[in-house]
């Protein structure tokens, strides 16, 4: 069972540095682009306008892209701390993953018998599952679109 999840893991890893590296080298590859492209822009803002109109457009056009990265930068990072708030109130703690909770069932099934607990657990179980499929049929989604 463990073998079969660490070959999983171990696959997974493989796919994804393969996929790594194949970014990697588009990456490079349109960065190459651009700086051939950046040198013919160059040259021809050159012979039409001459040197300081071509380097103040160089300049223009590189600090245009930093405020375009700047911002998609900023509502990303607002949107990931979004995301962290969402999660942390989420992520309110279970009293089932209590280990005081977990000592006291085993407690309570050593003193009451495991044959009498068994029927009660089916019973809180067919419980539980009636009230999650009451949930009014609303999602997180219908909340948001509010």
Do not use: H, W
Not at 42 to 63: D, K, M, T
Not at 87 to 111: E, F
């Amino acid at each position: 069972m463990f073998q079969r999840m660490i070959d999983n893991f171990r696959d997974s890893i493989a796919s994804a540095m393969r996929l790594t590296s194949l970014v990697a080298i588009a990456a490079f590859t349109l960065l190459i682009t651009g700086a051939f492209l950046c040198a013919a822009a160059f040259i021809f803002i050159l012979r039409q306008y001459g040197p300081v109109a071509a380097c103040l457009a160089g300049a223009a056009f590189f600090f245009v892209i930093t405020v375009i990265v700047a911002c998609i930068y900023a509502i990303r990072r607002n949107q990931i701390r979004a995301r962290a708030a969402a999660a942390a109130k989420a992520a309110v703690r279970s009293p089932l993953a209590d280990p005081a909770l977990a000592t006291l069932a085993l407690q309570v099934i050593r003193v009451v018998g495991v044959k009498k607990v068994i029927p009660l657990l089916a019973v809180g179980g067919l419980a539980l599952g009636l009230m999650a499929g009451r949930g009014g049929g609303r999602t997180p989604r219908d909340d948001a679109a509010e």
